[in-house]
């Protein structure tokens, strides 16, 4: 099943508040889940990335929350600033054929008010 | 910092013409990418391509797709004949390496089909 399953649609918090976004796989074979950050019509730009071998991650603001066992990975935006207002896919990356394919979620539209 | 680039930004074009999108990947990058993203649903992937071959495709990815590196920088992705249902922004990306936390997105193409 190479699904990635994305929550909840649309995000609204406030300036300074925790963002909180959840993805779930099936797929034991995806071995890579990076999370994506797209501004209106720009590409997706990598925001940050783990490996299942890892529970955490963290950059700056942003962190990871791996959990192998449930299958679940959810990105937290510490301290979210209007800047932040983008939207968020999660992925997961398959080997496939010689190369590697990206599994997208159907992204999560976060707003950040001031 | 070295950019995926893509052109045009906006194509607009009848149904049943032939378009070809541009993409100029990362100079010494290896792995090469389309994804597409019809309007509000998330990315998709497309087909990947290495060593002058596609290396998988998905099911969108019919007799009316193909992809070449007709040079040394550029990576194209013709649609034959385009459909209604083409309309999408597609992205290019590429990688050095064969995972994907290399991957680095385009900015896209609008392809509006009329």
């Known amino acids: 099943q190479q699904q990635v399953k994305q929550s909840p649609q649309s995000l609204i918090v406030q300036k300074g508040g925790i963002s909180i976004i959840n993805c779930a796989y099936e797929?034991?074979?995806?071995?890579?889940f990076p999370w994506y950050q797209q501004f209106p019509g720009k590409g997706p730009a990598l925001l940050i990335a783990?490996?299942?071998?890892?529970s955490e991650k963290k950059e700056g603001r942003f962190t990871i929350s791996f959990n192998k066992s449930a299958k679940q990975f959810s990105l937290h935006i510490m301290d979210s600033q209007p800047g932040d207002s983008a939207t968020y896919f999660c992925?997961?990356?398959?080997?496939?054929?010689?190369?590697?394919?990206?599994?997208f979620g159907k992204g999560t539209k976060l707003t950040v008010n001031p | 910092e070295p950019e995926v680039t893509q052109t045009p930004s906006h194509q607009v074009t009848q149904m049943g013409q032939e378009v070809i999108l541009r993409c100029v990947p990362i100079?010494?990058?290896?792995?090469f990418y389309w994804y597409r993203q019809i309007l509000g649903q998330k990315v998709e992937f497309l087909v990947s391509?290495?060593?002058?071959?596609?290396?998988?495709k998905s099911e969108i990815f019919d007799d009316q797709f193909s992809v070449e590196r007709p040079d040394g920088s550029n990576f194209t992705l013709k649609i034959r004949s385009t459909k209604l249902e083409d309309s999408a922004m597609y992205f290019c990306?590429?990688?050095?390496?064969?995972?994907?936390?290399?991957?680095?997105f385009g900015s896209g193409t609008r392809l509006t089909v009329v």
């Open positions: 990306a590429s990688s050095p390496l064969r995972g994907a936390h290399g991957y680095t």
């Open positions: 797929n034991t074979a995806f071995d890579y």
């Open positions: 783990i490996r299942p071998d890892v």
């Open positions: 992925a997961a990356s398959i080997p496939q054929g010689g190369s590697e394919k990206l599994v």
């Open positions: 100079s010494n990058h290896l792995y």
């Open positions: 391509f290495y060593n002058n071959e596609i290396s998988e």
